[in-house]
């Protein structure tokens, strides 16, 4: 498992947080690890996955997980302190994200140049085709590479690379989350030296494609569409009536004209009579300065 230090809420404040004390082996420490009993070939993929399913599930990650921030307790359990870099995705940027991760697992490059013009990202006036051809020049190498000289934090990289040919603009929460990918990517290596980051990530990637994407998204957006349609539906009489209204006031005034009622009438008056009340007083005080000048001069 994975988890963070509990916060001590009656020694935090403003300026200081104060969080629980951590015993633990430094996930650096990998002999260390080994001595205590610890599978480290588990604890590669726990660590990839669990990074994986904060950025996609939470949209949002430690962003500085580098192996002096990263502990193992007695229970093999993962524990990360120094949470002072975070990174955080939308709804958005989460999809993107696991559609490209899966597409390249999938190998289909078209969905994944598909997902860069659907986001936005890329501008229209390019060819899908063309995108995904530089892609396909990114994944068929790969995939024919030996496990352990696979990164996905590279992968990313070189997309990246690609993507400014066709006019993408630099996403600032995207190159944190492909910086940070190759800190913790590293570390797994570093445990197991024949980490398969791919086989790792695919069961996070294609759970959250098939809760957010597949029939249970599908299922779920169909209940939320109900749920405005029932209250589009409670609505109707009332907005019915407000449209009749407004039609009705609309016709009066094409055949009558706009006019104000007794009271309107009335307020509009009185402010007028103030305002040349005041007008008449400003040019009398006018014309007294000008009187008072000229007897100063003569």
């Not at 001595?35 to 070939?41: F, I, K, T, V």
């Not at 990074?51 to 997980?65: E, I, N, S, V």
């Not at 085709?129 to 590479?145: K, L, N, T, V, Y």
């Not at 590279?154 to 929460?173: C, G």
């Amino acid at each position: 498992g994975f988890r963070v230090p509990k916060v001590d809420w009656e020694r935090t404040g403003r300026d200081v947080i104060t969080m629980e004390w951590i015993d633990g082996t430094r996930m650096s420490d990998v002999e260390g690890l080994r001595a205590a009993g610890h599978d480290l070939n588990l604890l590669a993929d726990t660590l990839i996955q669990s990074f994986l399913r904060h950025t996609l599930r939470d949209g949002f990650f430690h962003a500085d997980m580098h192996p002096g921030n990263l502990f193992v307790d007695a229970d093999g359990m993962i524990v990360a302190v120094d949470m002072g870099i975070v990174g955080r995705l939308g709804k958005k940027e989460r999809r993107f994200l696991a559609e490209i991760l899966y597409g390249f697992i999938t190998r289909d490059y078209i969905r994944v140049a598909e997902v860069h013009f659907e986001a936005g990202y890329v501008p229209g006036h390019h060819n899908v085709d063309s995108f995904a051809q530089a892609i396909r020049a990114i994944g068929e190498p790969i995939h024919g590479q030996p496990a352990e000289t696979i990164s996905m934090g590279k992968l990313l990289t070189l997309l990246f690379e690609v993507t400014e040919l066709f006019d993408m603009a630099t996403r600032p929460e995207l190159v944190m989350l492909q910086k940070t990918m190759v800190v913790v990517e590293g570390v797994s290596r570093m445990l197991n030296p024949r980490f398969n980051m791919w086989k790792a990530s695919e069961p996070v990637v294609g759970d959250w494609i098939r809760t957010n994407l597949g029939p249970k998204r599908i299922v779920t957006d169909l209940q939320d569409g109900l749920k405005a349609a029932v209250k589009l539906a409670e609505a109707v009489p009332e907005i019915a009536a407000k449209t009749e209204k407004f039609h009705h006031q609309l016709l009066h005034m094409s055949e009558h004209g706009l006019r104000f009622d007794a009271q309107t009438a009335d307020a509009i008056g009185k402010a007028e009579a103030r305002h040349n009340r005041s007008a008449r007083i400003a040019l009398w005080a006018i014309a007294l300065t000008l009187l008072y000048i000229a007897w100063m001069l003569s």
